[in-house]
């Protein structure tokens, strides 16, 4: 199979991306070609996947950043914007899966965080990525929902409304930046093998059982499929899509 090559010398931006579905969504850009942006709060998350794209001949800029607040977000740019000078395609990715509790057993306190990582966090990062991809009128960017942002999750409230808050969020954006030039999207993974999952099997012993029989593929996504649809979205095949949902989830949401 030849490589392809869809991305070079573009600049992409992917946060979260210390570890599971951002860290292989790095890598496939960094192997397309790009200049890649990788940022994460866990600073040796983004190292580590600095590293792999270097032992790659890739290039990469590792930066440390906390999507919840605005000022770590503004200092990422302002280097986005002192190295390169522009932005090209973003994956809004980092996200966290906060306790699984029942609504009168859930605190405000991770209410509020949950929200604020998963949804507030992706608002942070458009601001800034519309006003430089606006600049040039053309960018891409993609948003991670779940098919949490279109099934409701017992026990995960916080998470299924920020999910949902995302995909509202990726229609408004999608409406107002296409007449500048920018397509914005969203993804709907199912069950992905990440260490998001690994945590939350491993607290919740018959979990990875139930996750399995709710997919009809009886198997959980790898990193890399998941990834291979980012790139699908943000690259030349997909130029007329925008305000739309990628589903990725082996069958689950067409039960
Ligand atoms: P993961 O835990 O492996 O990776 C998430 C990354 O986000 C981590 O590196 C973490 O440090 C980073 N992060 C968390 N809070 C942050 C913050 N405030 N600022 C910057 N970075 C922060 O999880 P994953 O499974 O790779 O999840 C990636 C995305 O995919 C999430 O948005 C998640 O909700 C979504 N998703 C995952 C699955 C799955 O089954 N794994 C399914 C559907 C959607």
Redesign the pocket.
């Known amino acids: 199979m030849t490589m392809e090559r869809r991305f070079i010398n573009r600049v992409v931006l992917i946060?979260?991306a210390?570890?599971?579905?951002?860290r292989a969504t790095a890598l496939a850009f960094a192997r397309e070609g790009a200049q890649v942006v990788i940022?994460?709060?866990?600073e040796l998350?983004v190292q580590e996947t600095a590293a792999q794209i270097l032992k790659n001949q890739g290039s990469a800029l590792a930066m440390t950043?906390?999507?919840?607040a605005p000022e770590s977000v503004q200092k990422l740019f302002q280097k986005i914007e002192s190295e390169f000078g522009a932005l090209d395609h973003a994956f809004n990715?980092?996200?966290?899966?906060g306790p699984s509790t029942e609504i009168t057993e859930a605190t405000i306190a991770s209410w509020n965080e949950v929200l604020s990582?998963?949804l507030s966090?992706v608002f942070f990062c458009m601001k800034e990525e519309l006003r430089l991809m606006r600049l040039k009128s053309q960018g891409t960017i993609v948003n991670?929902a779940?098919?949490a942002g279109l099934r409701g999750f017992s026990g995960m409230a916080a998470y299924t409304a920020s999910k949902h808050g995302v995909l509202g969020l990726t229609k408004a954006a999608a409406l107002e930046a296409a007449r500048y030039g920018v397509r914005i999207t969203a993804l709907c993974?199912?069950?992905?093998k990440?260490?998001?999952?690994e945590r939350y099997t491993k607290d919740h012993p018959d979990a990875e059982a139930s996750l399995l029989a709710e997919t009809p593929m009886n198997r959980m996504a790898s990193?890399d499929e998941i990834a291979h649809a980012v790139l699908w979205l943000s690259g030349p095949e997909s130029t007329f899509v925008t305000g739309s949902t990628l589903v990725i989830d082996g069958g689950w949401c067409a039960k």
């Open positions: 946060t979260g210390g570890s599971g579905i951002g940022a994460d709060r866990n998350g950043c906390d999507v919840t990715n980092a996200g966290i899966e990582v998963n966090g991670c779940s098919i993974p199912g069950v992905v990440t260490p998001m999952i990193p």
